[in-house]
């Protein structure tokens, strides 16, 4: 008999960032404000967990209008056709006691691509409230050619303004689901 436990991804103690070099000389930090995922895991043990994501594109924001509305149209993200972008683990491996290997198909643009991340455990604590929690620091980088965000603009001395590697990073904490009993 399994012991399937769903864990949510509490959004008021969690992010999403992302970050991508600019004029080669600095680094634009971004994040997404509207997001919810679930790590699914055999009792406590999240080994071979399995980890949706879902991440509203919209909900983009790196503290620049005009560049977040930039980043929602055709050039980038085309919200508009492509609302969402998706995460679906195909492997959750225990690497040692704080480190997982997270192997998924990330779906952004219309584009679905086989992703490797990297998946910090930073334990688990009740929140005072009675409720366990479980954190993660979640890693790693994506080339945004391989989902079609193609667009850059060469530099006055003929370099690209906007790098191919975007990094990504997320913190997050879990809180068990409270399965509602039938009577």
């Not at 001395?157 to 879990?174: D, S, V």
Request: hydrophobic fraction near 35%; glycine fraction near 10%; include cysteine.
């Amino acid at each position: 008999m399994s012991n399937l436990k769903t864990w949510a991804i509490d959004p008021m103690h969690s992010e999403i960032l992302f970050k991508i070099r600019h004029l080669v000389i600095s680094t634009v930090t971004g994040s997404f404000k509207k997001f919810e995922g679930k790590f699914v895991t055999e009792g406590d043990q999240f080994s071979n967990a399995k980890v949706t994501f879902k991440i509203d594109v919209k909900s983009v924001d790196t503290g620049q209008p005009a560049r977040d509305e930039h980043l929602r149209n055709e050039d980038f993200f085309e919200c508009e056709k492509y609302p969402d972008i998706d995460f679906e683990s195909t492997s959750f491996i225990k690497i040692d006691n704080e480190n997982y290997n997270i192997i998924g198909n990330l779906t952004m643009k219309g584009v679905t691509k086989s992703v490797e991340l990297n998946a910090e455990y930073g334990g688990s604590e009740d929140n005072g409230h009675g409720v366990l929690k479980h954190g993660f620091a979640i890693t790693g980088t994506v080339n945004r050619m391989d989902f079609g965000m193609t667009w850059n603009k060469l530099t006055d001395t003929g370099g690209l303004g906007l790098g191919e590697k975007i990094k990504l990073e997320a913190n997050i904490q879990l809180a068990e689901e409270v399965q509602e009993s039938v009577n």
